[in-house]
Each structure stands twice: as C-alpha cells, then as structure tokens.
C-alpha cells in the first residue's frame, strides 16, 4: 500500500479547514503531494491519502484535481464519528428559516433578511455546493454554520464580539462529538461519546489528531505500507514522526513549504529515513550538504508530448513568465524585447504572472503600464486597452496601429498550457525557473531563456542558460531568426520527454527508496 499525507492547510492553523471562498483568486495550485498522487495513480492501484485536517470541503478538493478516485481516510471523520455517509445535495431549503424571510442575491453571496433585519449571509462553492451560512443578531455575528460537502451540517463556530470563541464539531445526526475553545486551544469531549477517546480534555487539538492516526495505523484498515510519502512540513512532521516508522517514511520537499533555513529540524526530519524527495537540483545540492540520506531530484509534474501550434503561425510570440524579477530586473528585460520587437515586426510579447490577489495583480498592470509608456512606441501598449483607445480615439483618420503587448494573470494548469500552445519562445529569467512552465514547455517543444541550470533545459540543446542582458537579445535571434535552432530544441525536447514520464517518475522513487535500504 502507498501512502501519501499531504500539507493541504491554511496559513494559520494547520489543523483547520483550508477552503478559501470561490471570489478569492488562488494561485496556480502546484502541490507536491497531488503531483505525487497523479502519477502513482497511473501505475498503481493501492493507494490511500491520510488527511490530518478539518477539511469538510475535501471531496471537492479531491475531485477539481481528478484524484478523487483516491480512497482517503480523514483523522476528523473519526473524531466526529462520520462512517460513510450517503452523499446528497444541500440547499437554503433544506435549513430552517423564520417565517418571512427573503433572499436577496448578490455577486458574491446570498443574504437572507427578516423583518428587514439581516440574519444571514449564505456562501456557495465555485460548483453551487452549500459551505457556509454565517447568523447574525442585530447586526453581529454570532455564529458559522460549516456543511460538509456530502451533505450534512459538519460543524457550529461561535463567535462573540465577531470572534471566533470555540466551535463544536458534529456528527451525522447533528450531535456535538468535540467542542474547541478557540481562544485556549483546549479540547473537551463530549462525556456521551467519551468511550471513544483516551482522554476528557486534551490540551491542543494536535493530540488528539495524533491519538486518531495512531489509533488507525493498529486497524485492520492499515496495510502494510510500500511506503508512506509525506510532504515535508513544519506543520506535523513531529506528529508523523510519532505514529510511524522511520524507515517507511519519504519525506517530499517543497521550496514552496518547507524552509530550507531551518537546519536543526531537517537534520532531525532525515535521521532514520530512506529516502528524500525534493523538486528540484538545487534544494536536492542543500539538503545533501546537511544529511548523507538518499536523496532523489524528482519533477513534479509528468511530461506528455503536446507539440505547439506556434511553427504554424504568422506572429512569434515571446512567453515572458514575470514573477520572480525585480523591477529593475523586468525593465532591462522589457526593454531588450522592444528592442527585438523594433526589428522583427512579427513578435508578440506575452507577459505572464501567476499571481492571484487582485491587489498585486493591479501593482503589476501599473508597472507594465507605465514602462509601456515610457517607450513611446506606438504598438507597445497593452492590449486591454486597445478597445477603450478606439472609443475615445476623436479623429477617425489617425487609426491606432495594433498592440503587440499582452498582460495574462493565469491561474489554472489550462490557462497555462492553452498560452503555451502558440508560444515560440519561454523565457524566464527569475533566480528560481518555474518547474510547471518548465515542464510545459518540454511538452511543447518549446525553447527557454534561463539565467540558472535546471534539471529542464540543457544549454543549446532545448534552451539558453544566459548569464547577461546582451545575451538575451542574442538568444532572441537564436531562436527567432530562423527555425534551424528552433527546430534543434524540438527534437531535443521530443528525447528528453521520455525522462519525466509518469513511469519514468514512479520507478525513480521506488528505486530510490530501495536503495535506501542499503544507506
């Protein structure tokens, strides 16, 4: 059996349920953990996801990412008693509300009021699916009713002063099993189901946790574990380190989670394990300098032949992914693209974010605006602004020439791989190349500009490694004056596909976590 606990929490409280409301913009999700799970789930059948967190939204999770053919065991469906509910559709009809009361819809949220008083507001997932309702009492909240996404109220969060002060987490038949002070932290349980845990009161929610998984792994329902691979996290990596065996424990670094600064704890993590995973070279060149553990660089994310359309196409675009650059570090890199652009009239630039909050969405418009405008040239404007130049254009004989400038925020795998598609060239100049776009890439055959070595790119082969400004401009005319070069890195790209197959990857860990074994 493979097992596979991931790091799905919230910022704050680990512990606590992670879902976000569907009009706050999240970021490309890139998880080592589902990565790890898509590609077992090709080539192996006895998997199980363990989630530690109060998570009631987790079948939505599981499905939006297509692993919900995963069988997961949850510590919270023990600790509220939930033994295979029957899933059913909730609605605002399905609740009890005072005789009178309305429904007002808004963009966002649904608000219920009575006697012109507001008494709810009523929050939905991004697939309609009920999750919260929020009560109010002369204009205070008062209390947050959670549902489950199987359909059953899952638990009750009572607030005072607007504060969340303790909540109490219900089983199947709306009877409270545990009862949280939020403010102490401290857990009592309720004496009618007492015979189901060690204790009364626990200190911290995290005990209990821990008591669930440890009581679990002595079930029948525990295999014998392949392996257990676990995303390293500061979060419950004590906590795994106590319910299980060393030696079947993987640990998965992420640079996105896991700081690499903290040296006591991953000297304390690696002592006893077989084997470590991290997603890229240069965590892999820290972490050996620290631990004589295995080690294994393994991509998150499997490549798949998807050639491109862009040979196809009229225009060039330019894939320039602007996360990760200073200001200083963008300008000089937009102002060599104008400059390429200035000679070869067929160059589109695409200038691509990953950002998700609408505030640094709107920071970075502004600076591509003002730098566009600084340039002076009429074609380098931003092609939002295309139709609004129309409209107040006042002397119908100057038309406006085409903007060749595009700003994307893209926050979904599709995004990507759709922007990907006619893409020429990717050129990504941050300290830390993005693996995803990187990997994409690969799949599209596509050439990249890098200032760093990666695992991906091999310099002159299916990329650039660049080292200064003026080489960028040369890599632009490697690649974009001629298909001769361009081809070169498709029939490399097209060779080196095979190494990060889904396959490829699973045989990698299974091989690294027998060779750990000899250590």
Known sequence: MYYFIPAWYPQSNWWDDPTSKWYRPQSVSFDDTLSQMKLFKKHRDALQVLVLNYYPTLRYFLHRYDVDEVPSWSAFDVIQDIKEPSVRVLSIDDLSWPEGTEFVHTPFVMVAFHANQKIATIEFGIEGQLLFVEQFEQGELVKRLTFDDRGFLSSITHYRHEQPHSRDYLNLDGKWQIRQDLVSGQITVNPACAHRFHKAFYERIEDLIAEVLIAYTKTAAFEMPDFIL???????????????????????????????????????????????????????????????????????????????????????????????????????????????????????????????????????????????????????????????????????????????????????????????????????????????????????????????????????????????????????????????????????????????????????????MRKGSHV
């Open 230 to 512: 676990s995303a390293a996290s500061p979060a419950h990596s004590s906590l795994l380190v106590t319910a299980f065996d060393k030696k079947d424990l993987i640990w998965s670094f992420f640079k996105k989670r896991f700081p690499m600064t903290d040296k006591e704890q991953i000297l304390e993590l690696l002592s006893g394990v077989k084997l470590a995973l991290t997603d890229s070279i240069s965590s892999q060149r820290q972490l050996s300098q620290l631990s004589q553990t295995n080690l294994q660089q393994v991509p998150l994310y499997d490549s798949r032949l998807s050639l491109g359309k862009s040979r196809e196409m009229k225009n060039q675009e330019i894939y320039l992914y602007s996360d990760g650059l200073t200001l200083e570090q963008l300008t000089n890199t937009l102002a060599l693209t104008f400059e390429m652009m200035a000679e070869n009239d067929s160059l589109i630039l695409k200038v691509i974010s990953y950002k998700a909050a609408l505030d640094e969405q709107a920071q970075m418009t502004d600076i591509i605006t003002r730098l566009l405008e600084e340039a002076a040239t009429p074609y380098l404007y931003l092609a939002a602004q295309e139709t609004l130049a129309a409209e107040n254009d006042v002397d119908d004989s100057q038309e406006q020439e085409k903007s060749r400038v595009q700003l994307h925020f893209l926050t979904t795998e599709i995004a990507i791989l759709a922007q990907l598609e006619t893409a020429r060239l990717v050129v990504d100049l941050s300290d830390a190349p993005d693996n995803y776009t990187q990997v994409a890439a690969i799949s599209a055959g596509i050439p990249q500009i890098n200032t760093v070595e990666t695992e991906y790119v091999t310099h002159q082969e299916n990329g650039l490694i660049i080292t200064s400004d003026e080489e960028l401009l040369a890599g632009y005319h490697y690649y974009l004056d001629t298909l001769t070069n361009w081809n070169h890195s498709l029939i490399y790209s097209v060779k080196k596909i095979s190494s990060f197959t889904s396959d490829e990857l699973v045989n990698k860990i299974e091989t690294g």
